[in-house]
T-cell receptor, first 112, second 112 residues
Framework: KNQVEQSPQSLIILEGKNCTLQ??????????LRWYKQDTGRGPVSLTI?????NTKSNGRYTATLDADTKQSSLHITASQLSDSASYIC???????????FGKGTTLSVSS | GAVVSQHPSRVICKSGTSVKIECRSL??????MFWYRQFPKQSLMLMAT?????????EQGVEKDKFLINHASLTLSTLTVTSAHPEDSSFYIC????????FGPGTRLLVL
């Protein structure tokens, strides 16, 4: 069964600290893996997208990694800010143009 | 990046009425758009795939006669919730594909 599992379910960190979110998937065939940030009451916004051959991709303070052999990905957030408080969703695509397979997300709360 | 808009952003209606939600790709053409529903603290759940010029493809358990989808042009898809009931209250999000999936800002539906 195609699944995307994320951990932790929720996370609270202090402003300025770093954190890492995890994503494991059992999706086949695999086309790409995306990380989205979803603020409360808003639609998801793409942070990174990685294909099978990519190991890491950065977008500002966000760095995603992908290990296609172990089917694991992580999202590292550096020097967290209050505005980073959101739900971070790991999404896997099987092939271009098809529906995405969503993880349940990690809710990150950054406090001052 | 590509922009997807939704209208309205929020709607409150009485039980038994129908509500139409529009999804537009503002600066690109999308032959395929997706409609999702998201309940509080849950991940996005795919409802249907909207194909321009043809019938939508609905996910298992989604009533096609209740959730009418019309993809009239390459930049517009509409979702009509017919005879809405309180259990239809949710956050509805559309997306359109241009290399990656771009999500709309979502529509909050509250049925009284």
């Amino acid at each position: 069964k195609n699944q995307v599992e994320q951990s932790p379910q929720s996370l609270i960190i202090l402003e300025g600290k770093n954190c890492t979110l995890q994503c494991n998937y059992t999706v086949s065939p695999f086309s790409n893996l995306r990380w989205y940030k979803q603020d409360t009451g808003r639609g998801p916004v793409s942070l990174t997208i990685m294909t099978f051959s990519e190991n890491t991709k950065s977008n500002g303070r966000y760095t995603a990694t992908l290990d296609a052999d172990t089917k694991q990905s992580s999202l590292h957030i550096t020097a967290s800010q209050l505005s980073d408080s959101a739900s971070y969703i790991c999404v896997v695509s099987q092939e271009a143009g098809t529906a995405l397979i969503f993880g349940k997300g990690t809710t990150l709360s950054v406090s001052s | 990046g590509a922009v997807v808009s939704q209208h309205p952003s929020r709607v409150i209606c009485k039980s038994g009425t129908s509500v139409k939600i529009e999804c537009r790709s503002l600066d690109f053409q999308a032959t395929t758009m997706f409609w999702y529903r998201q309940f509080p603290k849950q991940s996005l759940m795919l409802m249907a795939t909207s194909n321009e010029g043809s019938k939508a493809t609905y996910e298992q358990g989604v009533e096609k006669d209740k959730f009418l989808i019309n993809h009239a042009s390459l930049t517009l898809s509409t979702l009509t919730v017919t005879s809405a009931h309180p259990e239809d209250s949710s956050f509805y999000i559309c997306s359109a594909t241009l290399e990656t999936q771009y999500f709309g800002p979502g529509t909050r539906l509250l049925v009284l």
